[in-house]
């Protein structure tokens, strides 16, 4: 296990520190996107989740259990 982290020039980070892996291995890759953007909206969420496997962070509407939500996901 590994984790991958950029300094977020763009909404395209994911993509860029995906793109090198090996196939075999992207299904396992998710990366954390902020929820408020890109979980909203069907269209977003539909892209984030099924095309890059973003998982959501909430930033707003957090609870106590959401780091442990998270580490299940």
């Known amino acids: 296990e590994f984790v991958l982290c950029s300094n977020h020039a763009s909404h395209l980070d994911a993509s860029a520190l995906a793109?090198?892996?090996p196939l075999g291995i992207r299904d396992r890759v998710?990366?954390?996107?902020?929820?408020d953007v890109f979980f909203e909206?069907?269209?977003a969420t539909v892209f984030a989740a099924g095309?890059?496997?973003a998982?959501?962070?909430w930033r707003k509407k957090r609870t106590?259990?959401?780091?442990?939500e998270l580490r299940e996901k």
Do not use: Y
Not at 64 to 68: D, G, R, S, V
């Open 19 to 21: 793109d090198p892996l």
């Open 55 to 57: 998982v959501p962070v």
């Open 30 to 35: 998710f990366a954390l996107a902020a929820g």
């Open 64 to 68: 106590p259990k959401a780091l442990q």
């Open 41 to 43: 909206r069907t269209f």
């Open 51 to 53: 095309f890059i496997n």
